[in-house]
């Protein structure tokens, strides 16, 4: 038709300048900086470090109560006060022995942790000495009144002689076990020019010997570092296994 101007329908609008600058630069990105290896190396080292020193405060906290006791008895002791016993440096713990109880049964020496320990040791036939050592264990303990409970009286009896009926009647409420004495040689210790038979010990409830009584103890000088012991450890140690 004249007068009119006609398109060709596929044509399309010239491209404007903006829209073939925008195409024509490159693709940029944005690049975030990465953690520093260093920063956290020593970040993680750090946070290892008071972690160690937690749990140290932790062990110092729970075992504070015994070194506590400990230091009192061993290092604290004002004019006139001395033990009696002979203090075993360094301590020994009880070792990992077995022996037969009075059923017959095997009884593991570590298993008597827990408690305060008076022992004697003597053969089974137990003479003279060996009664007076069962007798003055019986007394003593009975003396600490309603302590007593926090310590057993042990007798560990070598030999392969079975007991007199008179001997399981009188150790009814002791701790009896029949133990190699070649074996106990090996952990107790005799004052030089002693036998292990000579003397009575005492075990702490961690299961350290740490007291030796001397051979023919007086019993009221006995009695008395048991009562320390038993007071000194009276605010952590409790009656029973």
């Known amino acids: 038709?004249?007068?009119?101007?006609?398109?060709?329908?596929?044509?399309?609008?010239?491209?404007?300048r903006a829209d073939s600058v925008e195409r024509d630069e490159p693709l940029t990105l944005t690049v975030h900086s990465l953690p520093n290896a260093s920063a956290a190396s020593t970040r993680d080292a750090a946070m290892t470090r008071s972690g160690r020193w937690k749990m140290f405060l932790v062990l110092l906290v729970c075992a504070s109560p015994v070194i506590a006791s400990y230091f009192t008895y061993y290092v604290i002791r004002p004019e006139g006060r001395r033990n009696y016993g002979e203090l075993i440096d360094p301590q020994r713990p009880l070792p990992a022995l077995q022996g037969t109880d009075a059923q017959g049964r095997s009884v593991s020496l570590q298993s008597l942790k827990q408690q305060w320990l008076f022992i004697s040791v003597a053969d089974s036939a137990c003479d003279a000495q060996c009664e007076r050592h069962l007798y003055l264990q019986h007394q003593l303990r009975e003396g600490l009144g309603k302590e007593?409970?926090?310590?057993?009286?042990?007798?560990?009896?070598?030999g392969s002689g079975e007991l007199s009926a008179t001997l399981r009647e009188a150790t009814?409420?002791?701790?009896?076990?029949?133990?190699?004495?070649?074996?106990?040689?090996?952990?107790?210790?005799?004052a030089p020019g002693q036998q292990l038979k000579d003397h009575l010990y005492v075990v702490d409830p961690l299961g350290n010997w740490m007291m030796r009584f001397p051979a023919n103890a007086d019993p009221k000088l006995m009695r008395k570092d048991l009562e320390r012991l038993i007071r000194a450890s009276g605010f952590w140690d409790r009656a029973g296994r």
């Open 1 to 16: 038709m004249s007068g009119s101007t006609s398109s060709s329908p596929g044509a399309s609008a010239p491209e404007s």
């Open 172 to 190: 009814q409420t002791a701790v009896v076990l029949q133990m190699d004495a070649a074996a106990l040689a090996q952990w107790l210790e005799p």
């Open 148 to 158: 007593r409970d926090r310590m057993d009286w042990v007798w560990l009896r070598t």
